[in-house]
């Protein structure tokens, strides 16, 4: 009954619409005016973005299809693209890493001006809403409820073992890095982009936390990018990718090398983590490579790359080499802030 619904839905013509500010005739006018101009917005001040109504629609839902023939679970993702507009992506079983099998799954499209979201077929015909956090859609005899959820990953907030470097716990840990400094928020005071650290590793374990800001206005790579860089070689790309497809260049990705096997990349304000198992690559005593670099990646507790091998540095590394090398948080100009980082070394 799953793929029917939405195939029906999709049929129908479903259009999400939220806040609806008067009758369907003046929506048919509204339609006729040039569309307003979406200005960049990036955010990491969650005060400021609390008062985007958007923000409070977007994220994560969770819940199930009852209907005549099939019953299950749905995960449900709904991405924000700016000035009350997002996508929405119904996901078959349930959430990225929590059930989904990354292939079922149906997008819609959605417009918001309240809290409230009706959802509409193509003939204006209201079929279900989204409002109070929860979203119900009743059609071809089915009925789809999910309720927002607020997920957290598996390792935020680990401390780090006896005999772990840290390089940044707080305020203060700013000096472990070249170019370290404060981003001092309504929550806490975190770890600026931009930044080396002093301290070079070869093999070693890592966690790093970190949170993307709010950019709804913005796509692709100009929305939340950064990147972790381990040996200031190798880099794991940090990316406002939430509910898009997991590519190389998304977050979790390798960047132009391996895309990850999940995208488990959670909504912008949430705290997310890597946690990275890297081995360098080796050289003979000619200089020439022997052994390529390998990593175990986990991203919020999920691992998408199982001892992948690298061929070769990522673009704007430095050159492979028999050395050990810094972490870099890459400055994209975008405001994502780091926390709670910690090495343990490998010998």
């Known amino acids: 009954m799953f793929r029917p619904l939405l195939a029906g ?60 023939k099939e019953n299950g679970k749905v995960g449900v993702q709904v991405i924000a693209n700016g000035l009350g507009e997002f996508t929405v992506k119904l996901l078959k079983d349930g959430l990225p890493g929590a059930g989904w099998d990354g292939k079922t799954s149906k997008r819609f499209t959605a417009t918001t001006g309240n809290a409230r979201v009706a959802i509409l077929n193509e003939k204006k015909e209201a079929v279900g809403t989204i409002a109070d956090g929860k979203i119900e859609i009743k059609a071809d005899g089915g009925t789809l409820t999910a309720k927002k959820v607020e997920r957290k990953s598996k390792t935020i907030g680990e401390k780090p073992p006896a005999g772990a470097v840290v390089l940044f716990a707080g305020e203060g840990d700013e000096k472990n890095w070249n170019g370290g400094k404060i981003k001092a928020l309504s929550d806490g005071k975190y770890l600026d982009v931009g930044v080396t650290s002093k301290q070079k590793f070869g093999a070693f374990k890592a966690h790093i936390e970190f949170r993307l800001p709010w ?103 430095k050159k492979e080499e028999a050395t050990p090398g810094p972490f870099q948080f890459q400055n994209h100009s975008d405001p994502v802030v780091y926390r709670n980082v910690w090495v343990v070394e490998v010998k």
Not at 271 to 295: C, L, M, S, V
Request: hydrophobic share 30%; glycine share 12%.
């Open 9 to 68: 839905a999709l049929a129908a013509g479903l259009v999400l619409a939220a806040g609806l500010h008067g009758s369907v005739a003046q929506d048919k006018k509204d339609e006729k005016k040039q569309p307003p101009k979406k200005v960049r917005i990036a955010l990491a001040e969650p005060t400021e973005v609390a008062k985007d109504p958007d923000f409070a629609i977007q994220g994560e839902y969770e819940g199930t299809l009852t209907a005549d």
């Open 215 to 317: 950019m709804p206005n913005s796509t692709g790579q100009g929305r939340g990018n950064s990147g972790v860089y381990f040996q200031d070689r190798y880099e794991c790309q940090v990316l406002d990718s939430f509910g898009l497809n997991g590519e190389n260049n998304e977050c979790g990705g390798i960047y132009t090398q391996h895309k990850p096997s999940v995208n488990m990349c959670l909504p912008p304000l949430v705290w997310q983590t890597y946690d990275i198992e890297f081995t360098p690559a080796e050289f003979g005593a000619d200089g020439k490579k022997t052994k390529n670099a390998r990593a175990t990646v986990f991203h919020n507790g999920v691992k998408i790359h199982d001892n992948i091998e690298f061929p070769k540095e990522c673009p704007g590394g």
